[in-house]
């Protein structure tokens, strides 16, 4: 298995217990990349969530460890028998409604 097959396996996390914390979470890892995280709530319901940067900080204030806070999120949920990550991907969620919050 090559690094890149590895990097994309799906991994169980533990359990995060705040939005804030995921977003914590999320820009420990990169304050750039903004990925979409995929849940299972339940049997028949997956949800898609993805953290969104309300201000973009300038990459000279990043230098002066201005870190960039994400308060914005955006994504959708589906509720369907036997779901699987694959109904996120292109095309997959036609007429699916979306939604946004801020924390």
């Known amino acids: 298995m090559t690094l890149d097959e590895r990097y994309w396996q799906p991994r169980t996390l533990a359990p995060i217990p705040t939005l804030a914390d ?8 990169s304050e750039r990349r903004c990925p979409k995280w995929k849940f ?3 049997p028949e319901l997956i949800l898609q969530l993805q953290p969104k940067p309300s ?3 300038a ?6 460890g201005v870190r960039q806070h994400v308060l ?3 994504g959708c949920a589906v509720f369907g028998p036997d779901l699987t990550a694959a109904v996120f991907s292109a095309g997959g969620l ?8 801020r924390l």
């Open 55 to 57: 201000v973009v900080i």
């Open 94 to 101: 036609d007429g699916v409604p979306s939604f946004s919050f």
């Open 22 to 29: 995921l977003r914590e979470q999320v820009l420990r890892r």
């Open 40 to 42: 299972r709530l339940g």
């Open 72 to 74: 914005d999120f955006q």
């Open 59 to 64: 990459e000279v204030a990043r230098t002066y």
